[in-house]
T-cell receptor
C-alpha cells in the first residue's frame, strides 16, 4: 500500500530537548516536504527536498533541520524545541515534477507539544 | 512571491447540490502545479485533484473538478452532488516548478458544511 508514515503521532516534550520526527515513504518519490499547521494560519512549508542530498528552506525554517540521505526518508529535527514550535506537523511526498504530479501523499500528522 | 488566496472562510451547501470553492493564485513562474486537499475533522490531509500549468484541459477526479482559468489565475474546485461526508476544510495549494522548484504555498482554507 502506498503510504507516507510519520512517527510519532503524538509527542509531548520539554523545552530544549532535541527531538526527531521521522517520515518515510514507500513510493520512490523524489519530492518530500514538511509542513506545520497552526490554527488560523493554514499549512506553512518548513523544508522540502527535491531529491537525495537536495534540501531547501520553505517559509518557516527557523528552528528546524532536515536531512535526505536516502530517497525514502526525510526526518525533521528540532535541535532545541521551544513552545512556539507546538503545532501539528505533516510530511508529504509526490513525484515532484510539475507536469508529472498526479497525486500527493500526506502522512497522518504529528501533534507536537513543547512545554 | 507565490501566494494563494481563498476568499471564502466558510461555505454551506445543501446535500446533492454542487458547490464551488474559490482559489486564486499569484506566481511569476510559468511552470507550477495546483492542488486541492480535503482535511476532515479527524485531521488527515487527503489529496483531491491536481492541475499542471501546462495542462490544456481541466482536471477531473470523480465528483471533483478543477475550473482552471490561467489568464485569471484562478483554480476553483467544483464538487458535484455534495454528500454529508464532504463536510471538511478544503485547502488550495501551489507548487512552483522552475525558479523555486518545490516551494509550496497553501491557502488559509475554506470550511465546507453540507446540510441534509
Amino acid at each position: 500500500e502506498a503510504q507516507v508514515t510519520q512517527n510519532p503521532r503524538y509527542l509531548i516534550t520539554v523545552t530544549g530537548k532535541k527531538l526527531t520526527v521521522t517520515c518515510s515513504q514507500n513510493m520512490n518519490h523524489e519530492y518530500m516536504s514538511w509542513y506545520r499547521q497552526d490554527p488560523g494560519l493554514g499549512l506553512r512549508q518548513i523544508y522540502y527536498s527535491m531529491n537525495v542530498e537536495v534540501t531547501d528552506k520553505g517559509d518557516v525554517p527557523e528552528g528546524y533541520k532536515v536531512s535526505r540521505k536516502e530517497k525514502r526518508n526525510f526526518p525533521l529535527i528540532l535541535e532545541s524545541p521551544s513552545p512556539n514550535q507546538t503545532s501539528l506537523y505533516f510530511c508529504a511526498s509526490s513525484v515532484g515534477y510539475v507536469g508529472l504530479d498526479t497525486e500527493a501523499f500526506f502522512g497522518q500528522g504529528t501533534r507536537l507539544t513543547v512545554v | 512571491a507565490q501566494k494563494i488566496t481563498q476568499t471564502q472562510p466558510g461555505m454551506f451547501v445543501q446535500e446533492k447540490e454542487a458547490v464551488t470553492l474559490d482559489c486564486t493564485y499569484d506566481t511569476s513562474d510559468p511552470s507550477y502545479g495546483l492542488f486541492w486537499y480535503k482535511q476532515p475533522s479527524s485531521g488527515e490531509m487527503i489529496f483531491l485533484i491536481y492541475q499542471g500549468s501546462y495542462d490544456q484541459q481541466n482536471a477531473t477526479e470523480g465528483r471533483y473538478s478543477l475550473n482552471f482559468q490561467k489568464a485569471r489565475k484562478s483554480a476553483n474546485l467544483v464538487i458535484s452532488a455534495s454528500q454529508l461526508g464532504d463536510s471538511a476544510m478544503y485547502f488550495c495549494a501551489m507548487r512552483e516548478g522552475n525558479t523555486n522548484a518545490g516551494k509550496s504555498t497553501f491557502g488559509d482554507g475554506t470550511t465546507l458544511t453540507v446540510k441534509p
